[in-house]
């Protein structure tokens, strides 16, 4: 089970939201690069960042600590990236400026089309991010809900070639009150490209719950909030993510040891 660290960016700083409220932000770092090496150091195998007021200008808002970001980890973990991506010079932008994937959400749902030649043009390279509330998808930065399923969606972006999928509950995401496993494993199940899963991991129990579904297709978590605010210590749930992968693992934390 991967878990990918999260580095959300408003106006240049590593922030976290609530509900994907950008008037609900909570500053955490001004130095979003300082932020990233931490992470790294600490054993992180990729990072995952979100340009918030990209997200909903639908264009790039971030560069300067975006680049700094890129250039502090040096390709020594891939790092994937979402937010106001919205054509295909963006997104060989990216890629040929340090990032190893790049995320379409709102683009996807609204111009299927672009999601098609982007996989077509970039493969491997793109993963499509599905965030919803009460199964149905929301775009512009989570700022409207469409009438489209979730699962119906994903089934369609399936056959484009995505690398994988990014779920997130928009009703979980940065409220610390757990991870959505049921829907998660549904759209897993539904689909055959890996599922990451996003929005309320908050504790060591998240974590075996995610892994404990890693057999329906749940291939990873993103983690935000926990690790800002301390319920969750990354490398402790990494090791107990690898143990639990690998029982026979040595550097399996003990299973009732808390959070650093």
């Known amino acids: 089970m991967l878990l990918i660290p999260a580095i959300d960016l408003k106006d240049g700083r590593c922030v976290r939201l609530r509900q994907g409220d950008l008037a609900d932000a909570t500053v955490f770092s001004d130095d979003p690069a300082a932020m990233a090496t931490q992470w790294a150091e600490q054993g992180a195998r990729r990072l995952h960042l979100v340009d918030l007021n990209g997200a909903v ?14 250039d502090a980890i ?18 060989e932008y990216y890629l040929d400026n340090g990032i190893a994937y790049v995320i379409i959400g709102t683009a996807a749902v609204k111009d299927p089309g672009f999601l098609s030649d982007a996989c077509t043009a970039f493969p491997g390279h793109i993963i499509v991010g599905l965030d919803a509330r009460d199964g149905k998808v929301a775009t512009d930065g989570w700022s409207k809900l469409t009438r489209h399923d979730v699962i119906d969606l994903a089934r369609k972006f399936e056959d484009y070639g995505c690398e994988s999928i990014i779920y997130t509950d928009i009703g979980r995401d940065g409220m610390l009150n757990g991870v ?8 897993a199940q539904a689909v055959r490209m890996p599922v990451i899963a996003s929005g309320g991991v908050a504790s060591l ?12 297709g749940i ?24 143990s639990l992968h ?10 009732d040891e808390p959070a650093q």
């Open 180 to 187: 959505n496993i049921e829907a998660t494993v549904r759209l």
């Open 246 to 255: 690998d029982p026979d693992a040595d550097d399996a934390p003990a299973a």
């Open 219 to 242: 291939d990873g978590a993103i983690l935000g909030r926990s690790l800002y605010e301390g319920t969750l210590d990354f490398a402790q749930a990494q090791a107990l993510a690898d």
């Open 205 to 216: 129990d998240d974590i075996r719950a995610l892994c404990a579904a890693a057999r329906d």
């Open 74 to 91: 040096d390709e020594d973990i891939p790092i994937q990236i979402g937010g106001g991506i919205r054509d295909l010079d963006t997104v």
């Open 57 to 70: 200008a639908g264009k790039p808002r971030n560069g300067a600590a975006i680049q700094a970001i890129v």
